[in-house]
């Protein structure tokens, strides 16, 4: 059974740095894309970045420039720094993974989320 824990939301200032963790159990993982979605209050939920197993990588327009996805396979683990923040970043953030190897194909699995309050 696949399970994703996030880690690493919290509050933090206008401007400011959080890096988000993500980390997977019951999968191949390297073979798997990842994903983080966010989903504020009264919104749908949107695709923040995504990572296939090849390290290609996908972003929002709305995060590029500002926010990075990384794998570290040996750990089973996607991070997600995200620099530069605005209250608009504010949201649920969700881990998510991919049967496939590609983005493309769409997410499978889901963590339980973790808050990111950017304040001003």
């Known amino acids: 059974q696949v399970q994703l824990v996030e880690s690493g939301g919290g509050l933090v200032q206008v401007g400011g740095s959080l890096r988000l963790s993500c980390a997977a159990s019951?999968?191949?993982?390297?073979?798997?894309?990842m994903g983080w979605y966010r989903q504020a209050p009264g919104t749908q939920r949107e695709l923040v970045a995504a990572?296939?197993?090849?390290?290609?990588?996908n972003y929002a327009d709305s995060v590029k420039g500002r926010f990075t996805i990384s794998r570290d396979n040996a750990k089973k683990t996607v991070y997600l720094q995200m620099n530069s923040l605005k209250p608009g970043d504010t949201a649920v953030y969700y881990c998510?993974?991919?049967?496939?190897?590609?983005?493309?194909?769409?997410?499978?699995?889901w963590g339980q989320g973790t808050q990111v309050t950017v304040s001003s």
């Open positions: 998510s993974l991919s049967r496939s190897g590609s983005y493309y194909g769409g997410f499978n699995y």
């Open positions: 019951g999968s191949i993982f390297n073979a798997n894309a």
């Open positions: 990572i296939s197993s090849g390290g290609s990588t």
